[in-house]
């Protein structure tokens, strides 16, 4: 049995017990379907030596090596990580195009007597309505950009929007990435194509009578591009503007950012990069107050003289400056200044 898929995310996935990513693991990281697991019938040095065969002895070599390997992979599987399944488990598999890989182990699986089904078109057809989704929208509801200088503690405050009951669509969370050059995050950035695909989904489950919250970004957090959709729609939104003094942004700052705080040399790192854009005056200031550990003096001296020039220059190409505004003085009670936002946003017009 073939799922023809018409939604990013859905009633469509819905009732299988599994959806298995038979892809090799290079593959499966880069990008898969939500809640899949990988069970690859070739793994990344088998299925490039596959690809070689066909591509420099023939076809039909790649073919007879390529089907000994998977038969083996399949049966490492079903003696494995498919083991305890019952006789009534339903998986969904998948590989790049729904075709050789993903047929030879359904058609085992199907073999055995479970109830499984092939995706139609397999990954390629899933990333068509990711692309579809991002990149030409629309956006179903009403978007409000929540704006403010960098270290006014915006992501914070949206994520107690969203524990509040506001619809919350977190792009730097998404990107695991703070938007800023101090802004790298543990474990890494996601590829291009797992944002995406994470975007699709929040995109698709949004309520249409219901605004969603999205922080003000620029058209690149890290290394990850926001897609046409979404990005359109950041620059045309009405925002809702955060005044936090630079002084409480500082101290937020140095608080928040304690992983920069552990690794002095990796903000030793960062200041090289800044060296060509400011007088080296500063530069040496800067380096004086790293190497004294005053943090909250030298995250004030950045937000100052190098974010807050350059996010002002930024926010112009986008704010007509009719916007609404919001006044906090300092971020030391985020449940209260999240209060404050969520009062702004209700006197907020539509």
Request: charge should be negative; glycine fraction near 10%.
């Amino acid at each position: 049995m073939t799922l023809t898929l018409d939604r990013v995310a859905g009633p469509s996935l819905e009732g299988f017990d599994d959806i298995i990513d038979v892809r090799a693991p290079a593959e499966f990281a880069e990008d898969h379907l939500p809640g899949a697991i990988n069970l690859p019938v070739l793994d990344d040095a088998e299925r490039e030596r596959v690809g070689t065969i066909y591509k420099q002895v023939s076809p039909f070599d790649a073919r007879k090596i390529g089907a000994a390997l998977v038969s083996a992979n399949v049966a490492r599987h079903i003696a494995g990580a498919l083991a305890d399944k019952p006789g009534g488990w339903r998986p969904l598999v998948y590989c790049w195009r729904g075709g050789q890989r993903s047929g030879s182990f359904a058609t085992i699986l199907a073999q055995i007597g479970w109830r499984v089904s092939r995706v139609e078109g397999g990954y390629k057809s899933w990333r068509r309505l990711v692309v579809d989704r991002v990149q030409n929208g629309p956006i179903a509801s009403r978007v409000i950009v929540l704006d403010g200088n960098t270290g006014s503690a915006k992501t914070e405050i949206l994520n107690r929007l969203a524990t509040r009951g506001h619809q919350v669509i977190d792009l730097e969370g998404m990107a695991n990435h703070r938007g800023s050059l101090f802004g790298a995050m543990p474990g890494g950035q996601p590829s291009q194509k797992m944002f995406e695909g994470r975007l699709a989904i929040a995109l698709e489950s949004l309520d249409p009578a219901r605004p969603v919250l999205i922080e003000a970004e620029s058209s690149r957090i890290g290394a990850i591009t926001v897609p046409k959709a979404m990005w359109q729609a950041i620059c045309a939104a009405p925002r809702l503007q955060m005044h936090v003094p630079v002084g409480a942004r500082a101290a937020f700052t140095a608080h928040s950012y304690d992983d920069m705080v552990e690794d002095p040399d990796r903000v030793g790192h960062i200041l090289d990069l800044l060296t060509p854009l400011h007088p080296a005056e500063r530069i040496e200031t800067w380096r004086g107050l790293l190497q004294a550990r005053q943090w909250q003096a030298l995250s004030e001296g950045l937000l100052r003289d190098h974010y807050d020039p350059r996010y002002d220059k930024h926010r112009a190409r986008h704010d007509d400056g009719t916007g609404h505004a919001v006044s906090l003085a300092d971020l030391t009670d985020l449940e209260a200044a999240t209060g404050a936002v969520e009062d702004a946003l209700a006197r907020m017009p539509g």
